[in-house]
């Protein structure tokens, strides 16, 4: 049962049917996660900066893993995401808007379906803890249904431990476990996935005719779509039609990854098709996704340089069509991880990165995260005076 219509392997294919369906039958009958009225607020506060008044910072881990867990791990999280957006805040001078890459994120979209296992035969690849384990043998990486109620279960118990002033977010990649988790809002009649405040379709199953695009279709939840490369004027405007009808304010975020070479050059016609067709989301900056880099052995990296140039770029885009850049959406860890490296050279020349969790993509470490936060603030402080010519170099 392959729902995979994005043809690139970015879907499970779970080994057994009605294994799924008796686990979404199951997960039907669970109370919600997340409070409704919650999911309502963080609209409004999204509404704020797509008129920009407040800042977003979105930001975790690429991957959470169910080991991981623990409410000291969680308040680890929660205070490097409450430190970033106050220097955000400090730097802006306007509020910022807290959402985590958080109690949720246990699903990969994967280009590949195998990848060569420890002794050279290929394996199917990891997906994230909802679909399989990081463990290099074939029934470690079997697909298991199973996990979908240990995913809502972890995802509860990060939720107990998560402070106010945090609302959670995920790719929205396992349509029958987010399905599952659909219920209506007694209060307002509305239907909302309960399974986080914010979901986003990536930038594999983003099309707009797609399965992933009609679940966020679906329900009152603000949502988001990931904008990358090969996206055209069309697709999103095709996609506003689809997830925001009625043009509501905070409805619709839009985070864009291109990369640092290629966001001046494909970001404005796109923020002008938008902005012409009526449409005012709120444009987050992936500084990450559109910035992966090899090490010599073949290890995924990523150049701080590189991730502060698409910051820049971003901004001075948004600011020469007339909008808002929104904010940042980073994975980053409060650990002492050694994955981004400082520029390129240092990729080639150092291939050793200690501390280096395969199975995930790189995430930004304190520091690097600080440094990424502080040029976006310095790029949009009042004190900054906009840039308004757009260097196609
Ligand atoms: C991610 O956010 O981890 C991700 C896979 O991003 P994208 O869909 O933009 O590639
Ligand atoms: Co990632």
């Known amino acids: ?26 997960l039907r009958g669970r109370p919600p996660l997340v409070d409704f009225a919650d999911c309502a607020a963080l609209r409004r506060q999204l509404a704020g900066v797509a008129a920009g008044t407040a800042t977003v910072l979105q930001g975790g881990d690429c991957a959470e893993l169910f080991a991981e867990i623990s409410p000291a791990a969680t308040a680890g999280k929660a205070a490097q995401l409450h430190e970033l957006a106050e220097l955000l805040a400090a730097g ?7 959402i985590g890459r958080i109690a949720g994120q246990f699903a990969k979209p994967r280009s590949a379906a195998v990848e060569p296992g420890p002794d050279g035969t290929p394996l199917p690849v990891y997906r994230g803890d909802a679909v399989n384990s990081v463990e ?30 945090v609302y959670t977010s995920h790719e929205a990649l396992l349509t029958e476990y987010e399905r599952a988790l659909v219920r209506t809002d007694p209060a307002t009649g509305r239907r909302y996935c309960s399974s986080a405040h914010l979901l986003w379709a990536g930038h594999r199953t983003r099309q707009p005719a797609g399965g992933h695009v009609d679940l966020l279709a679906d329900v ?19 996609l506003v039609d689809r997830l925001d009808p ?22 404005p016609t796109l923020v002008a098709a938008v902005h012409r067709h009526g449409a005012r989301p709120v444009w987050l900056c992936d500084p990450m996704h559109g910035n992966t ?27 020469a069509a007339g909008g808002h850049p929104g904010g940042l959406h980073l994975e980053m860890s409060p650990q002492d991880v050694t994955k981004c490296v400082e520029h390129r050279a240092e990729a080639l020349g150092q291939p050793a990165l200690p501390r280096y969790r395969t199975g995930c993509d790189p995430r930004l470490n304190d520091r690097q995260a600080r440094r990424v936060v502080a040029a976006f603030a310095a790029a949009t402080s009042p004190q900054s005076p906009p840039t308004l010519e757009v260097s196609h170099a």
């Open 1 to 26: 049962m392959n729902a995979d219509h994005t043809g690139s392997g970015a879907l499970p294919d779970w080994p057994s049917a009605e294994r799924v369906a008796e686990v979404t039958a199951e």
């Open 92 to 98: 802006t001078e306007r509020p910022v808007v807290r």
């Open 136 to 165: 290099p043998t074939a029934p470690a990486r079997t697909p298991d249904p199973r996990r979908l109620l240990t995913a809502y279960e972890m995802a509860g118990r990060v939720l107990a431990h998560l402070p106010s002033g």
């Open 220 to 238: 009152a939840n603000p949502v988001a779509v990931k904008v990358g490369p090969g996206t055209t004027p069309a697709d999103l405007t095709a």
């Open 246 to 267: 009625y043009r509501e304010p905070g409805r619709l975020t839009l985070i864009t990854r291109f990369g640092a070479g290629e966001v001046r050059r494909h970001l």
């Open 293 to 319: 880099i090899h090490t010599a052995d073949r290890r995924k990296t990523r150049a701080v340089r590189d991730l502060v140039a698409e910051v820049l770029g971003f901004v001075d885009v948004l600011r």
